[in-house]
């Protein structure tokens, strides 16, 4: 029995070293989860602290801010580990999924193996950019900025250890060796055509941003990887840009103190839904418009429509919204793919609902009146809206309602009184923030807080044993929508020093045509832009150089500021690269390639609301004094 024993004795080494990788995978996620958990909870107390120094005992802390921006990139960084770990970061699994067994399992591999990749070109950046900072005194707490630049390179390096241990997990040794050799193999490949790539000028962000992005996302590559290897392979193939400079833009992408209205309301929408609060609110709504076909997408849009006004931040209005009605459309038979489709729309279609927090910077950046941005942005939202509803009715037309009962007045009436108080949040929030009590950033503390009370006290729902949890999963969605940002916010800047924004300005300056033209070629070029750089780094970008253009042939500011941001919406939420559609998938935790086909005829709607805005400036324009 030679050969049983050998066998034996194999498959009970693998085993042992499998065992191995398991229990060095769980000490290092209970390493990970419970510091980002805890700065989630240490973030909703500094913020919350603030408010009630300032509103309260009319005593800012006046290092308030500060500590919550040192905490916000520690929280970014150890949520971004802990989705890693968790396998969370958003990824187009299209093609993976209609792949061969094998086949997939080896482009899994690869997926690991390219962030891997990633990781390890940035990780020596990562740390010099650390040390660089230590020379950097905080203003309020006197401290090293290290303090806070360290969370890139440690975040780095725990990746990269998970990342190891995933490849060291997989059984099929000869396919993770073939994974790996592949990707080695492109980069070598990549690095060796150097001399190449600096003969074709711009050509190169065809190469890197265009043709290695999609092969990435196509290939299933987590997108905030694929962002990341694509900029950070044409700074260093193509310029002789230290690559510390793209750790520091990805830090600025990353921790933009505004983004922490995110964590807060994902928070705040698990929080809403453990309370009770979601159930009470959803069944006060069902009661109003449940018997009618398609009832709660109609609840959606405009929920998303009010809720816009309170954040700013698409992100955190979709985490505030999503977990509140998607369970309930859910249990209605709502697909997965129609939920997330319809809650990406609703995202571009409320882009320009104020305190957009692109008005604020078109504003800033073109000396616009934000106030006339402001009145601006409400009409044409509202035809956007209007758009969606009739797609809406026309995909739920043939829908049987008749299984859901028309509510009598008194059932109406009841389920508005228990509703009552978690009803209240919004009109909390947004009073919040009307009469200054607290800024975008730390209105969501007051709603979880509020909310908190409600449930103890009025619902008497509140499980403690759940609030861990919902830390947790707080941290990785936080993590995993951030990273792609920071991603995003680098390649913005790859593409401003490559000098391709002052080219697209002096082409749209030429164009014959005038006035339509222009606002034809501007809708068509920020689609494409909304999918690359988000709302604000493409206005940073050519807001300065297109919005005189549009003043000299006779465009009015605010008309133009209307039009660039609904096409920048658009390219935000389109797949395969708007960064806002994976965002949604992040919150509505859906796989990307489950809203492909439903997504479509939305974006049509929105695009044909697009038009009609661009058509008529009156619904731009015609409140402004």
């Not at 780095?156 to 990707?183: E, P, Y």
């Not at 009832?295 to 698409?314: D, E, F, H, P, R």
């Not at 044409?380 to 995909?395: A, K």
């Amino acid at each position: 029995m030679p050969g049983t024993r050998t066998q034996a004795g194999g498959t009970g080494g693998a085993a042992a070293g499998l065992t191995w990788v398991a229990g060095a995978d769980a000490a290092l996620g209970w390493l990970v989860e419970i510091p980002a958990a805890m700065l989630v909870v240490a973030e909703i107390v500094v913020l919350f602290a603030g408010i009630v120094a300032r509103y309260v005992f009319h005593a800012p802390l006046v290092w308030s801010d500060e500590l919550a921006s040192i905490l916000f990139l520690w929280l970014a960084m150890l949520g971004a580990v802990v989705a890693f770990r968790r396998g969370e970061h958003m990824r187009m699994t299209a093609l993976v999924n209609r792949a061969s067994p094998v086949a997939r399992a080896f482009l899994d591999v690869v997926a690991v193996a390219s962030a891997l990749a990633f990781l390890l070109m940035i990780a020596m950046p990562g740390y010099e950019y650390a040390i660089e900072e230590q020379y950097v005194t905080t203003p309020a707490l006197e401290i090293s900025n290290i303090w806070r630049a360290a969370a890139l390179p440690v975040g780095t390096a725990l990746m990269i250890l998970i990342a190891l241990l995933r490849l060291a997990s997989r059984g099929a040794w000869k396919a993770t060796v073939g994974a790996v050799a592949l990707v080695a193999a492109i980069v070598a490949a990549m690095t060796a055509l150097q001399p190449v790539f600096a003969s074709l000028g711009n050509g190169n962000l065809v190469v890197f941003f265009v043709v290695i992005v999609a092969a990435c996302v196509f290939a299933g590559v987590p997108i905030a990887f694929c962002f990341g290897l694509a900029t950070f392979g044409y700074l260093a193939l193509t310029t002789g840009t230290p690559m510390m400079v793209v750790v520091g833009r990805m830090d600025e992408g990353m921790s933009h103190l505004i983004l922490l209205a995110v964590p807060m309301f994902v928070f705040l929408g698990l929080l809403i839904e453990m309370t009770g609060m979601a159930e009470r609110m959803v069944g006060f709504l069902a009661s109003l418009l449940g018997h009618v076909r398609g009832g709660l997408s109609y609840v959606l849009i405009g929920a998303m429509y009010l809720v816009s006004g309170i954040s700013g931040a698409k992100a955190a209005d979709m985490a505030a919204v999503a977990p509140v009605l998607f369970p309930e459309m859910r249990k209605r038979g709502a697909s997965e793919g129609e939920l997330v489709a319809l809650l990406s729309a609703t995202g571009a279609q409320t882009e320009t609902i104020p305190p957009s927090l692109v008005l604020i910077t078109i504003g800033s950046v073109t000396g616009v009146s934000i106030t006339a941005l402001f009145t601006g942005g409400l009409l044409p939202g509202l035809v956007l809206g209007l758009m969606l509803c009739f797609v809406v009715w026309r995909r739920n037309r043939h829908e049987n309602a008749g299984t859901v009962a028309r509510a009598t007045r008194a059932e109406i009436l009841r389920a508005l009184v228990v509703a009552l108080p978690a009803l209240a949040l919004p009109f909390v929030i947004r009073a919040a923030v009307v009469e200054g009590v607290a800024t975008a950033t730390e209105v969501s503390t007051i709603g979880i807080v509020y909310s908190a009370l409600i449930g103890l006290l009025v619902y008497r729902r509140f499980d403690c044993k759940r609030l861990w949890p919902m830390l947790v999963d707080t941290a990785s969605l936080s993590g995993a929508i951030l990273l792609i940002i920071g991603a995003a916010t680098g390649m913005a800047w790859a593409l401003t020093q490559s000098g391709f924004s002052h080219q697209l300005a002096d082409m749209m300056a030429k164009l014959p045509g005038g006035a339509v033209t222009f606002l034809a070629v501007s809708i068509v070029a920020f689609v494409i832009l909304g999918s690359v750089l988000e709302g604000i780094p493409a206005i940073v970008l050519f807001g300065p150089l297109l919005f005189p253009i549009a003043r000299q042939i006779g465009v009015h500011e605010v008309h133009y500021a209307m039009v660039v941001i609904l096409a920048m919406g658009i390219g935000l939420f389109a797949p395969p690269f708007g960064v806002g559609y994976y965002a949604a998938c992040a919150i509505s935790r859906v796989a990307p390639d489950r809203g492909m086909r439903a997504i479509v005829g939305y974006l049509v709607s929105i695009a044909i609301g697009l038009v009609i805005v661009a058509a008529i400036p009156w619904l731009s324009i015609g409140f402004l004094k």
